[in-house]
C-alpha cells in the first residue's frame, strides 16, 4: 500500500456558513480509498452528522480527481491472505465498508457530492450515495468494478438504478464505460454542471439553499423519501404523520406560524 507521509491528514474538514466540506486528500493516487482514508473520512461523517451548527454537508477531492476508487494497492495486500482466510476477512471489510458509506447515505441534513475529476468505481459509489451530484466539465464518472471481476460495492448496486433506471445501470456496470458530464446531466447520473472554476462555489451555494428550511421537517423528510420505492402508499402516508406530529411539537413550527400571524395583522 502507498505510504502516507506523516501526520498527513487524509480528509480534510471546513465548515462555513453552516456548510462543512469533507475533502479526499491523496491527491498523488487521485484520492484512492484506502483503510487509512476510509477509517478518517467515516469519522468526519460522524463528527459532521452529529453536529447541529452543520446544516449540510458537500464532499469533494484535492487536486485533479474526486476518487478513483479503492485502492489498487490495498487489494493486492487483501489477496496476499492465507486463501482460507480472504473470503471471510473480505466480508468484515464489507460491514465496514456498508456501515460508513450507509451513514453518508442516511446522514438527516443534505449532501452534496462535488464531483471535479474522475469519480470511479468506490468513488462513483460514493458520489451516488449522497443526495444531489454537481460536477464540473473536467468530471467523469465509471463503474470500473467490472474491470477488477468486482461488483459495484459501495451503494451502487442498489442507487444507480434509482437515478438512471434499471437498464441503463445494468449497461454503465457490465460495460464498465466512461460517463463524461455532459451524458451523465442527461441521463440524470448527475444534477448540475458547472466549470471546474465555479465547482465549490457553486456546491456552497446549492447546499446554502437546501438547507435554509427546518432541519426537523428537512431530516424527516428525507428519511421517508429515501425509503419510498420499496414503501406501498400507506406507509408512506403513516410515516407521513408521524413525522408531521413531531414537526408539531417543534419551535421551528412555532415561531414559523407566529411571525406568519403577526406580519398579516401588520
Request: net charge neutral.
Amino acid at each position: 500500500m502507498s505510504a502516507e507521509p506523516a501526520n498527513t491528514t487524509l480528509v480534510e474538514l471546513t465548515i462555513a456558513d453552516a456548510v462543512a466540506t469533507i475533502a479526499l486528500n491523496r491527491p498523488d493516487v487521485r484520492n484512492a480509498i484506502n483503510d487509512d482514508l476510509r477509517t478518517e473520512l467515516f469519522a468526519v461523517l460522524d463528527r459532521v452528522g452529529n453536529d447541529d451548527a452543520v446544516r449540510a454537508v458537500i464532499i469533494t477531492g484535492k487536486g485533479k480527481a474526486f476518487c478513483a476508487g479503492g485502492d489498487i494497492a490495498m487489494m493486492q495486500h487483501r489477496l496476499s491472505a492465507p486463501a482460507g482466510e480472504i473470503a471471510f476477512t473480505g466480508w468484515r471489510r464489507q460491514k465496514r465498508l456498508h456501515h460508513g458509506t450507509s451513514m453518508l447515505h442516511n446522514l438527516s441534513k443534505p449532501t452534496i457530492a462535488a464531483v471535479n475529476g474522475a469519480a470511479a468505481g468506490l468513488g462513483c459509489d460514493l458520489a451516488l450515495c449522497c443526495d444531489f451530484i454537481i460536477a464540473s466539465d473536467q468530471a467523469f464518472f465509471v463503474m470500473s468494478f467490472i474491470e477488477r471481476g468486482l461488483v459495484p460495492d459501495g451503494g451502487g448496486l442498489y442507487l444507480l438504478p434509482r437515478r438512471v433506471g434499471l437498464a441503463r445501470a445494468k449497461e454503465l456496470i457490465f460495460t464498465g464505460r466512461r460517463v463524461k458530464p455532459d451524458e451523465a446531466l442527461q441521463i440524470g447520473l448527475i444534477d448540475r454542471l458547472t466549470s471546474a472554476d465555479n465547482l465549490l462555489s457553486d456546491a456552497q451555494a446549492w447546499a446554502i439553499e437546501l438547507s435554509r428550511g427546518s432541519s426537523v421537517a428537512l431530516a424527516l423528510s428525507k428519511a421517508i423519501l429515501d425509503r419510498t420505492f420499496e414503501l406501498g402508499e400507506e406507509e408512506a402516508l403513516a410515516l407521513g404523520r408521524e413525522a408531521q406530529a413531531i414537526c408539531y411539537t417543534t419551535s421551528e413550527h412555532r415561531d414559523s406560524v407566529a411571525a406568519f400571524l403577526s406580519k398579516k395583522a401588520r
